[in-house]
């Protein structure tokens, strides 16, 4: 499976964006999360989110929570995170990553194939 991530941009702070994830390859399976990661320059890759490609059951890191939404389309084989009421500190590249099983979500190490990334940059 591949990944891609698109969408990134650059918006004001508190505005909006949206990304997607795309496989190519091979579908999305029924035991799959595909989860989101971003990095900061100087900083390590960190957890934002991810859901499970069967049933849409999400979790999400405290910094995004009641912003950042993550939705997937199965026809489209798409996963989508929506980011609301963005901050310049969620300027970073935004990874989109798959794997299988619902445990340890934050840890990198997990996730078996990853996506180029996309550029957020929030400006104040």
């Known amino acids: 499976v591949q990944l891609q991530a698109s969408g990134g941009g650059l918006v004001q702070a508190g505005g909006s964006l949206t990304l997607s994830c795309s496989a190519s390859g091979r579908a999305f399976t029924r035991g799959a999360t595909v989860g989101w990661f971003r990095q900061a320059p100087g900083k390590e890759r960190e957890f934002v989110g991810a859901i499970k490609w069967s049933g849409g059951t999400t979790d999400y890191a405290d910094s995004v929570k009641g912003r950042f939404t993550i939705s997937s389309d199965y026809f489209k084989n798409t996963v989508y995170l929506q980011m609301n009421s963005l901050k310049p500190d969620d300027t970073a590249t935004y990874y989109c990553?798959?794997?299988?099983?619902?445990?340890?979500?934050?840890?990198?190490?997990?996730?078996?194939?990853w996506g180029q990334g996309t550029q957020v940059t929030v400006s104040s």
């Open positions: 990553a798959g794997r299988t099983g619902w445990t340890a979500l934050a840890d990198r190490g997990q996730y078996w194939y």
